[in-house]
């Protein structure tokens, strides 16, 4: 029941917050390109942007030559990422990111920007396997949460404020354990906006990247 009340409230408000979204999220531009870089990806690879919103992340990928897949449940957000679309390495597919319609491995580097935060904790997991499956190495950016706990008081406080009610119990989470619980192994760490978004490179313990 609470996943079928999760995709009807991210409907609902992925609706009314698309024709907004670019303009809510431009402060992030800088975090999207720190993700491309962090992640390794090369022209040529084959990257699939899952929970792309209203794709920028998928086009900083495609900027430097990656052929880009971009799949979201929101048709909302995807219709603003294809008015938008001026690259032609870059195209966009609703997909659940629970149920990912791809071969495995077939993808070099699968990123997620700023989505886990928006799912109940029994969606996140899921997510993570299927990114497991579809690609060789996984790159999750979301909100860094601080240990102090009066730091981690004020962010956690402040951000609930715009966030959905999901957020709150992301917060409880470690992310980095969650990774470590699925079979992937953290191979780099970053932070963007100064530390308010933490960035994770991460590959399957029992793979090997190569170029796709």
Avoid at 78 to 86: C, F, G, H, I, S
Wanted: hydrophobic share 40%; charged share 25%; net charge positive.
């Amino acid at each position: 029941m609470m996943t079928n009340d999760y995709y009807l409230a991210n409907t609902r408000s992925f609706r009314k917050l698309a024709p907004f979204y670019n303009l809510i999220a431009s402060p992030l531009a800088k975090v999207r390109r720190r993700v491309v870089r962090l992640s390794g990806a090369k022209t040529g690879n084959k990257v699939l942007d899952v929970c792309t919103g209203t794709g920028s992340q998928a086009y900083a990928f495609g900027r430097i030559g990656c052929h880009v897949t971009g799949i979201d449940i929101s048709p909302d957000m995807l219709q603003v990422a294809k008015r938008k679309n001026t690259c032609k390495n870059v195209k966009f597919q609703i997909a659940d990111a629970t149920s990912l319609p791809f071969e495995d491995k077939q993808f070099a580097v699968a990123p997620i920007s700023l989505a886990l935060h928006d799912m109940p904790r029994e969606v996140r997991p899921r997510v993570l396997e299927e990114m497991k499956r579809v690609s060789q190495r996984l790159v999750v950016a979301d909100y860094h949460i601080p240990e102090n706990k009066v730091e981690r008081w004020f962010h956690v406080s402040f951000t609930a404020c715009y966030e959905l009610g999901y957020y709150r119990d992301f917060a409880k989470q470690d992310l980095k354990g969650l990774l470590q619980q699925h079979g992937l192994k953290v191979i780099r760490e970053g932070y963007g906006l100064i530390n308010f978004i933490k960035i994770f490179v991460c590959e399957s313990e029992l793979s090997e990247f190569v170029d796709i």
